[in-house]
């Protein structure tokens, strides 16, 4: 069982920058894959990007060149860096965790942080 806990969610302008962080407690965070969603209002939830264990990492088409995922094991916390912010990248944003970089399909779940990029 892990537990995860998001924060650096705001407020910010067309082109700005935000770093999310997720610190996770309660198991052995290299074990797991870690990635991050995003759900807007009236609209599926998405997956934005995942790290392995390893470091591997992959992006939705949406947001590749602009977004960066790491994480540092030593603090048990996954970050999402994004750039060049748009509109449309406001939504909920949701730290998750799970086993399979493949397949990914997250066991545990965060609060989420709100993001809202003005135009």
């Known amino acids: 069982q892990v537990q995860l806990v998001e924060s650096g969610g705001g407020l910010v302008q067309a082109g700005g920058s935000l770093r999310l962080s997720c610190a996770a407690s309660?198991?052995?965070?290299?074990?797991?894959?870690m990635g991050w969603y995003r759900q807007a209002p009236g609209k599926q939830r998405e997956l934005v990007a995942t790290?392995?264990?390893?470091?591997?990492?992959n992006y939705a088409d949406s947001v590749k060149g602009r977004f960066t995922i790491s994480r540092d094991n030593a603090k048990n916390t996954v970050y999402l860096q994004m750039s060049s912010l748009k509109p449309e990248d406001t939504a909920v944003y949701y730290c998750?965790?799970?086993?399979?970089?493949?397949?990914?399909?997250?066991?545990?779940w965060g609060q989420g942080t709100q993001v809202t990029v003005s135009s």
């Open positions: 998750n965790a799970g086993y399979d970089s493949h397949n990914y399909d997250p066991r545990y």
């Open positions: 309660g198991s052995i965070f290299s074990w797991y894959v």
């Open positions: 790290i392995s264990r390893a470091g591997s990492v």
